[in-house]
């Protein structure tokens, strides 16, 4: 999987709780149960509000994708089309569905399959394609779950910390409790705070990565199969799949 969230998030917190401690405090004064519920559970409930059921349904799905998500290798998927490529130019497209038991990318078996069977360039283009716009839509989607959750966040820390100040201005008459119940009232803007932009926020922003990301592997194996269904020679096959590798990728790959 790609560390790089579990990463982000744990330096992050790392950040907050150490300046807790060099300023004196404790970072269980911040683990307050009232404020947390009222954040975490209240976010989420307003975030239901504006969406659907089945987008709440897909937060944990959502959750597993941005944690475990594999760095994509389109390099490797070039070569694995490549390698299609010279086997279907030397033996012919019906060769390839022999080789199509070693292909793991679901997506370019289904369009190796569309291909085997005769199915138009044209027509297997706007098969392919509208299953990437599917899943833009929904990769959107998820991402948006996410991004509100970030805006609502802090605006119900807020909310948290006028209950706690009504609760201070009930107890006026012991001064000895102010202190101790101001400070507890503004912990419910601290996680509010926090949440959006430590958890929702980049949450959100790392599935838009991951969808860019998907999507680009899957421009591949449409360019890839439409070359190979056309019977172009493998050495341009290549050439024109790495023209569309991240530069990055594309100077590692002539490096190598």
Known sequence: ???????????????????????????????????????????????????TLKDTLGLVESFKRVLLSKAATPDALVEDIVKLAEKARREGLLALEDAMKEVQDPFLKKGLQLAIDGTDSEELAAILEAEVDAKKKADKQAATFFTAMGGYAPTVGIIGTVLGLIHVLENLSQPEKLGHLIAGAFVATLWGVLSANVLWLPMGAKLKRISEMEVAQMELVIAGIINIQAGANPRLVAQKLRSLLPPGAAKQKEAA
Request: hydrophobic letters at 60%; aromatic letters at 8%.
């Open 1 to 51: 999987m790609d560390p790089a969230t579990i990463v982000g998030i744990v330096l992050a917190f790392i950040a907050v709780f150490t300046a807790q401690i060099l300023e004196g405090g404790s970072p269980g004064s911040i683990f307050l149960l009232p404020p947390l519920i009222l954040v975490f559970v209240g976010t989420l409930g307003a975030a239901m509000a504006g969406g």
